[in-house]
């Protein structure tokens, strides 16, 4: 497996954007630190987006990372784009530039007893409701049966807008490719929620992930986390990254304080964006 700072700096994605995905792709080195930049479209007209890290789906990782922190503001002013919207996550600050931003990491190589006790009261207590009103939890392998599944269940949520084709084109790599998982709650014969995580270095990383809020009283998100991390652990991952992302001060609500109640540890990421107006650069 290769050894690069987080899947978005590793090979194998950047093959993905590159020969899936028809993107341009730079790599940056010098003095310890290594970064990628992925042109594409933006919001705004004729402005084009530089992403460092993270892009088509959350869990990709760091795009700019410094082995020696005081290196990252020079580093990221001899690469960054003239012009553009330029975001990004970094492993250390870039002063004036970037934010902190946490995430969970749990620890999923313990034991099944220790972790379940680390979790709240009220997710132990759903993910035994969950199994025992029937929630079974199915590996999916098939890219075609993933997308039916995925758009079945993220067509009720008012922001989600993919490609079929481009979504399907990118799982048929990641499958293949031991980049994803994506694993399904059902119950009987339907599917009511699922989770597709990011698989790299021994890390988990829960990406796209939707349920059908009908079947809330089985518990079916609980479930499914609590048996994600033990296929996790069958096939030798030792973390779950959450994604329980938020900004510095900001309170924990809504998904993100489902997430917290996972037990875990804050990770610490930099989160930067700039929009520098001028020529297209490309």
């Given at each position: 497996?290769?050894?690069?700072?987080?899947?978005?700096?590793?090979?194998?994605?950047?093959?993905?954007?590159?020969?899936?995905?028809?993107?341009?792709?730079?790599?940056?080195?010098?003095?310890?630190?290594?970064?990628?930049?992925?042109?594409?479209?933006?919001?705004?007209?004729?402005?084009?987006?530089?992403?460092?890290?993270?892009?088509?789906?959350?869990?990709?990782?760091?795009?700019?990372?410094?082995?020696?922190?005081?290196?990252?503001?020079?580093?990221?002013?001899?690469?960054?784009?003239?012009?553009?919207?330029?975001?990004g996550i970094s492993n250390c600050e870039i002063p004036g530039i970037s934010g902190k931003v946490f995430t969970k990491i749990i620890d999923i190589s313990q034991s099944r007893t220790n972790l379940?006790?680390?979790?709240?009261?009220?997710?132990?207590?759903?993910?035994?409701?969950?199994?025992?009103?029937?929630?079974?939890?199915?590996?999916?392998?098939?890219?075609?049966?993933?997308?039916?599944?995925?758009?079945?269940?993220?067509?009720?949520y008012a922001y989600w807008n993919r490609s079929r084709e481009e979504t399907e084109a990118v799982l048929d790599y990641c499958f293949r490719n031991d980049l994803m998982k994506l694993l399904v709650?059902?119950?009987?014969?339907?599917?009511?929620?699922?989770?597709?995580?990011?698989?790299?270095?021994?890390?988990?990383?829960?990406?796209?992930?939707?349920?059908?809020?009908?079947?809330?009283?089985?518990?079916?998100?609980?479930?499914?986390?609590?048996?994600?991390?033990?296929?996790?652990?069958?096939?030798?991952?030792?973390?779950?990254?959450?994604?329980?992302?938020?900004?510095?001060?900001?309170?924990?609500?809504?998904?993100?304080?489902?997430?917290?109640?996972?037990?875990?540890?804050?990770?610490?990421?930099?989160?930067?964006?700039?929009?520098?107006?001028?020529?297209?650069?490309?």
């Amino acid at each position: 497996m290769e050894k690069a700072p987080s899947l978005f700096l590793s090979e194998r994605w950047t093959k993905l954007e590159e020969n899936i995905l028809g993107l341009r792709t730079e790599i940056f080195k010098g003095h310890g630190c290594v970064a990628k930049i992925t042109f594409t479209k933006s919001k705004l007209p004729m402005v084009p987006k530089a992403w460092m890290g993270g892009y088509w789906v959350s869990g990709t990782g760091i795009g700019l990372y410094c082995k020696d922190p005081s290196q990252s503001s020079s580093f990221y002013n001899k690469i960054k784009p003239r012009f553009g919207v330029i975001q990004g996550i970094s492993n250390c600050e870039i002063p004036g530039i970037s934010g902190k931003v946490f995430t969970k990491i749990i620890d999923i190589s313990q034991s099944r007893t220790n972790l379940m006790a680390s979790f709240t009261k009220k997710r132990r207590n759903g993910i035994r409701q969950g199994l025992k009103r029937g929630i079974k939890i199915k590996e999916i392998e098939d890219s075609r049966e993933a997308v039916e599944i995925i758009f079945e269940i993220k067509s009720k949520y008012a922001y989600w807008n993919r490609s079929r084709e481009e979504t399907e084109a990118v799982l048929d790599y990641c499958f293949r490719n031991d980049l994803m998982k994506l694993l399904v709650a059902y119950l009987d014969n339907e599917p009511v929620a699922e989770a597709l995580f990011t698989l790299w270095n021994k890390r988990m990383t829960y990406s796209i992930s939707g349920h059908k809020r009908e079947y809330n009283w089985y518990k079916p998100m609980d479930a499914l986390m609590w048996q994600s991390m033990m296929w996790g652990k069958r096939k030798g991952f030792k973390e779950l990254d959450i994604m329980g992302g938020y900004f510095e001060g900001q309170a924990k609500s809504g998904i993100n304080k489902f997430k917290s109640e996972f037990g875990g540890s804050l990770e610490t990421r930099y989160f930067f964006r700039e929009i520098r107006f001028g020529p297209l650069s490309f």
